[in-house]
């Protein structure tokens, strides 16, 4: 019951269009949008790790953190609910947004919702208030799916996740740099530093057009058709023009959403929408972003070493991604997935081992020598870049692309979700995890990459190549999952339906 693969040549249609430079460069700026996730995901972790910022809010972890005794457990020198509330609220917050930015998004685009997104961040940075801004979660990655071209649609869609890796270097720098004001306002420094990337992505929108799909569904039709043409580079856009705008005529037959992604024949793409988020974050990524700084203290390192290990990672993190550029339009989605996957495992075994040989049981590993630091830097770096390449961006590019336009904002909104829950979960029990597993922290994770990589191999379609109005081909084809589709004949009959509903 593997997944299938690429349909057969024939099957979906091969619309005519160049890679034009006005695509490039929209999907550049619209891609700024993820520097505010990024930034927010590297700041926290360096300021919760600063000592003036612990001294000053959180005294209690502050003294456990400063205490030399012979019996002090490194793995729990950081163990408190309240100070895990700090950067885990702000994915809570976002989970109640999400609904209301879905709708946003439907109803006024996806260049308003960005621009009115990263003015709103901005003012929230200024406040210090750090509120996550949902809003250009849904909206970046529907807009960068939609405005490619679908043979380069892989690659513009993870500039979104490059610079989410941008913005965590920003911050990881900042971080380290803040950390050597001795006056002690360094944290206040880092954090205030949220309304650069708030304002760069408010007044990039400036330069964005829509997308053709959003025009059409704002019954705008001549500007849809024209803004096509501009960005495939050619005057025969008749066939993707049309099909387009029969999705766009579907999509308005669907007056509840909501309610709609619920039926059976989106069965498969929902699946995913719940589970590709899930997965990504029990690769236990994000929660080593957060607390980068943080974990490499725990295991001895300095305050400033610690947070220069984040920048090296973060660093690595970048690099890996362009990786991912290049190659998943070329071997596809499913590929990346499992070497990711398959690397990701053989790095947690590794620290595994690592950490339970020097640190054991007791948490108490003395003085750590140079080889160990290293080792440790070195397979968190191969770790950081597979998950970079493979479970990283793609875990933004595939429900993006899956779902067809008359449930598209819902399904990406139930994907950020999934997203921001689990990364509040695993934000909020972290150092918990990590003081009662101590190195089993590292095979907790081992074991949900494992399972995560069976999942892909036995239910994922390879979606590379396939136009995104066409998507629905690769589950017709898939052996388990075409049960779930109705016959042409049963969708006809629907669209009838409807029609006479009206």
């Not at 910022?53 to 950081?78: A, G, M, N, R």
Request: charged share 15%; with cysteine; proline share 4%.
């Amino acid at each position: 019951m593997a997944g299938g693969g690429m349909p057969s040549a024939g099957s979906v249609k091969n619309y005519p269009g160049n890679f034009t430079s006005k695509v490039l460069s929209t999907c550049i700026i619209a891609a700024t949008g993820g520097l505010i996730f990024g930034y927010d995901l590297g700041i926290s972790g360096g300021v919760t790790s600063m000592d003036p910022f612990l001294e000053k809010f959180f005294p209690e972890v502050y003294k456990k953190e400063i205490s030399t005794k012979p019996s002090d457990d490194q793995y729990c020198k950081f163990d408190s609910q309240v100070l895990t509330l700090f950067t885990s609220s702000l994915y809570l917050a976002a989970l109640f947004s999400a609904t209301v930015a879905a709708k946003i998004t439907r109803a006024c685009g996806r260049k308003m919702t960005m621009m009115f997104g990263g003015l709103l961040f901005a003012g929230g940075a200024v406040l210090n208030g750090f509120a996550e801004n949902i809003a250009m979660l849904i909206s970046v990655p529907i807009y960068l799916s939609e405005i490619a071209p679908f043979k380069y649609r892989g690659a513009m869609n993870i500039m979104f996740q490059m610079s989410i890796t941008i913005g965590i270097f920003v911050a990881n720098l900042l971080n380290y740099f803040s950390a050597k004001i001795k006056a002690g306002w360094g944290w206040r420094l880092s954090l205030g530093g949220a309304v650069v990337p708030g304002l760069i992505i408010f007044f990039s929108s400036f330069f964005l057009s829509d997308t053709p799909n959003s025009l059409l569904e704002r019954d705008k039709f001549d500007e849809a058709r024209v803004l096509l043409k501009e960005i495939r580079g050619v005057d025969n856009v008749d066939e993707e023009f049309n099909d387009l705008c029969a999705a766009s005529e579907a999509s308005k037959l669907v007056k509840s959403p909501w309610r709609d992604i619920s039926k059976r024949k989106y069965r498969p793409q929902l699946s995913f929408a719940v589970l590709i988020p899930f997965c990504q974050q029990f690769t236990g990524m994000n929660v080593f972003v957060f607390y980068a700084p943080v974990l490499f203290k725990s295991m001895g390192f300095g305050n400033n070493a610690s947070l220069m290990s984040s920048v090296i990672t973060s660093i690595i993190n970048a690099l890996a991604t362009v990786v991912s550029i290049i190659c998943v339009d070329k071997f596809g989605r499913r590929t990346l997935f499992l070497e990711g996957g398959l690397q990701m495992l053989l790095c947690q075994i590794v620290m595994t081992g690592l950490i339970a040989y020097k640190f054991g049981t007791s948490g108490n590993p003395g003085e750590l020598p140079m080889w160990f630091s290293i080792l440790v830097v070195a397979f968190m770096c191969i770790y950081i870049a597979a998950y970079a390449w493979s479970w990283g961006p793609l875990g933004w590019l595939v429900p993006s692309e899956i779902f067809p336009l008359e449930v598209r904002s819902a399904a990406q909104c139930i994907t950020v979700s999934v997203n921001m829950f689990c990364t509040f979960v695993l934000a909020q029990i972290f150092t918990a995890m990590l003081c009662q597993l101590k190195f089993g922290f590292f095979i907790f994770f081992a074991c949900c990459v494992v399972a995560m990589s069976i999942f892909i191999y036995m239910f994922l379609p390879e979606t590379k190549g396939v136009p995104i109005e066409e998507m629905t081909i690769v589950w017709k084809k898939h052996p388990y999952w075409r049960k779930f589709l109705p016959t042409d004949e049963d969708q006809d009959c629907e669209m009838a339906k409807k029609g006479r509903s009206l």
